[in-house]
């Protein structure tokens, strides 16, 4: 609210107030004197920030902040004692409980070019935000003063000190992708990542000057009610290092208690016959049982697609190994030798990092199968974990990668029962196609164990054929809630079903949030799969609540529906692309070409998008990704020279899928992706 706005609304309370004193007075010469005043104060705040805050520490290139505001609130137990020399000059004093949060302004950076969607280099535009929560113990001491004898407006100046509450002074700082609008953060696979959050480690103690204008209107024999209109300046900054200062303009209503001199002192009243007991009547407990809304905001109802769907996960032959460690790490799946019989390679998940991760029991089985094949396991370094000085593999540096290799020999001997003859140890200094050590992350793709074998079958792709595989839109579903009582509401709760069967709920105390989103997770899509019919619905069930135990519910339908894919999609992800390589070796030309046998139909359309990870310059990225495109499509037109395809194309690292801080999801993202897809209809026997 502006302060002009906040000043004419003063302005016709302290008219209306004149006008009530005048009567209630009679004409009196010194209204409302008083030897004591105490009382409660309430004040509405709009903060100001000002300040050129860095959006990133030490970094003056990346930009600033600009001057923001926000709302807040002070709530101040106070007193004021007259000076015996002049009554209507009063000493005032006070402590309460104040909050000066709010954010600055956003700032928008657009530094940095990358490809959007349409393979088109836009700019990266970022918007960054701060806001903060400052929550304060506000100690005051000044003066008041009424000039006017016979109205009793008042001036007060205080000198405010505000101690921070505890741990209360917090901030948060975001940053959001505004363009490209495909583009998410790979941290959370939101538009929008915290960069920061949590307690003000340098808040200061904050001193100020508060100016008050008010008026007192009467309200009862020694009570007053008096609307405040004040503005607070800052005298030092927020956070030590950090040029903010906070500036407010508040508004609200002081409630004070007069005490009355002994001259109005009156004596007490006659004792009064006592009154009969009230008759007490019993209410209906749910007559204030919570009034109940919920409503889906979602432009268009939940639609869940059914996709037949064969996939192709190639094995990625390495197991990754920490810094001068030979302990196998614990995110690669390990059984017990006595859980190995339940083990089934169909039961994998449908994903391939997933799968990856069950590697050593996925090649133990395949082992255990084909007992005439062997298995090399080849262990490396990275140069430097034995070596810090360089030069050629020494004993330190070729025991580390030894022991590497004997911890993978282990787990297939002691856990698969392989015996120790098929497993054959080798170790070299480096891998046979390093990654760069020009990176960080080079080092750590290099600190490896390789497999290789004799029989393709041991190290062949892992093949989920024909599973159903369901997505759904929207990805998001606002839903509207509303509860409300006139004793207040204790808990709410929310459930959503499908044909009685629960697929998401979540509850919470006091009154429910005026929104909340329901963001579809893969178990709950797959559950709504087996239950929705073409044309559907859901079942919302919101209840809450009262304080005194009273309870509502409201049931509200959504929409719903699912729809059966009118085509069989195959996908093969070919990775085991060295770093900065984009050849082919035999091993994979030979699981492209039995691809293209099992999956290329007379009327099957493909398309195929190369990529890579984030290390290296973003134009080599982008040429490399195409160069590794290109060769898998020369590849299946060598095979299948009448093969559609619609599409060969190169993102570079413009959609990561993987997590690049680990160097099994920078492998992961080194791929080429063929989709087919086949109409249904077309794949009967003979038609190929």
């Not at 973003?618 to 499509?633: G, I, K, M, P």
């Amino acid at each position: 609210m502006k302060v002009t706005s906040l000043a004419r609304i003063l302005l016709l309370v302290v008219t209306a107030g004149l006008q009530a004193t005048a009567y209630a007075q009679g004409g009196a010469s010194d209204p409302l004197v008083s030897p004591f005043h105490a009382g409660l104060r309430l004040d509405y705040l709009r903060n100001y920030n000002q300040t050129t805050a860095l959006i990133v520490a030490n970094c003056p290139q990346c930009g600033n902040f600009s001057n923001g505001s926000g709302n807040g609130f002070e709530v101040q137990l106070f007193g004021e004692v007259p000076f015996n020399f002049y009554r209507r000059l009063d000493l005032t004093f006070g402590a309460g409980f104040v909050q000066r949060g709010g954010a600055f302004g956003q700032t928008v950076t657009n530094s940095e070019m990358v490809l959007d969607n349409s393979n088109i280099y836009v700019p990266y535009t970022r918007s960054n935000s701060f806001s903060a929560s400052l929550a304060y113990i506000d100690l005051s001491g000044g003066l008041r003063i009424t000039p006017l004898k016979k109205y009793p407006a008042y001036l007060s100046a205080d000198l405010d000190v505000d101690i921070p509450a505890g741990r209360s002074v917090t901030y948060t700082q975001t940053e959001s992708i505004l363009s490209p609008q495909d583009r998410v953060y790979p941290q959370n696979h939101s538009t929008t990542l915290t960069d920061g959050e949590g307690p003000i480690d340098g808040a200061n103690t904050l001193f100020g000057i508060r100016g008050t204008l008010g008026y007192e209107l009467p309200f009862g024999p020694i009570l007053t009610a008096s609307p405040e209109l004040s503005y607070y300046f800052p005298l030092n900054s927020v956070e030590t290092g950090r040029p903010w200062k906070v500036s407010s303009i508040s508004a609200g209503v002081a409630i004070r208690w007069n005490k009355p001199p002994d001259a109005m002192e009156e004596p007490p009243p006659p004792p009064q016959k006592p009154l009969p007991p009230p008759v007490v009547q019993r209410e209906d407990p749910n007559a204030l049982a919570p009034k109940l809304s919920a409503a889906s905001l979602s432009s268009e109802p939940l639609h869940i697609v059914e996709t037949t769907v064969t996939e192709t996960f190639p094995i990625l032959p390495y197991i990754f190994f920490d810094s001068a460690s030979v302990i196998l790490p614990d995110r690669f799946a390990q059984l017990s030798p006595s859980g190995v019989a339940g083990f089934k390679e169909n039961d994998l998940p449908h994903r391939s990092l997933e799968s990856y991760y069950q590697i050593l029991n996925v090649i133990g089985s395949r082992m255990q199968a084909n007992p005439d094949a062997t298995l090399t396991i080849n262990g490396t370094t990275d140069g430097h974990e034995a070596n810090p000085d360089g030069g050629g593999m020494h004993d330190a540096s070729k025991d580390l990668a030894q022991r590497r290799a004997i911890a993978v020999r282990d787990y297939f001997n002691s856990v698969w029962n392989i015996d120790a003859s098929r497993l054959i140890l080798t170790t070299s200094d480096v891998p046979k196609n390093p990654s760069s050590t020009e990176y960080a992350e080079g080092f750590e793709e290099n600190r490896r164990v390789e497999l290789s074998s004799d029989n393709d079958q041991i190290l062949k792709p892992i093949v989920h054929e024909r599973f159903r595989e369901e997505s759904s839109v929207p990805k998001t579903i606002p839903i509207a809630l509303a509860a409300s009582s006139s004793i207040g509401v204790r808990a709410w709760h929310l459930a959503i079903a499908s044909k009685g069967n629960k697929v998401y709920e979540t509850s919470g105390e006091g009154s429910p949030p005026t929104s909340i989103e329901w963001k579809p997770s893969d178990g709950q899509v797959e559950s709504l799969a087996k239950t929705l019919g073409p044309k559907d619905s859901l079942t919302l069930t919101f209840d809450a609540t009262a304080s005194n135990g009273a309870h509502s519910s409201e049931q509200v339908s959504l929409p719903a529906s699912k729809s059966i894919n009118p085509f069989e999609l195959s996908r093969l992800s070919l990775i085991v692309f060295d770093f900065d390589q984009s050849t082919i070796d035999k091993q994979n030309e030979r699981m492209v070409s039995q691809f293209v046998e099992k999956s290329f139909y007379p009327a099957s359309t493909a398309t195929i998008t190369g990529s890579t990870d984030n290390l290296g310059e973003l134009d080599h990225n982008q040429q490399l990704s195409e160069a590794r495109a290109f060769n898998v499509h020369d590849l299946i037109v060598a095979d299948k020279p009448n093969a559609a395809i619609t599409s060969t194309k190169g993102i570079g690292p413009s959609n990561l899928l993987y997590d690049n801080h680990l160097p099994e999801g920078r492998y992961y993202c080194r791929t080429v992706k063929v989709e087919v897809e086949t109409p249904l209809d077309s794949i009967l026997p003979g038609k190929k």
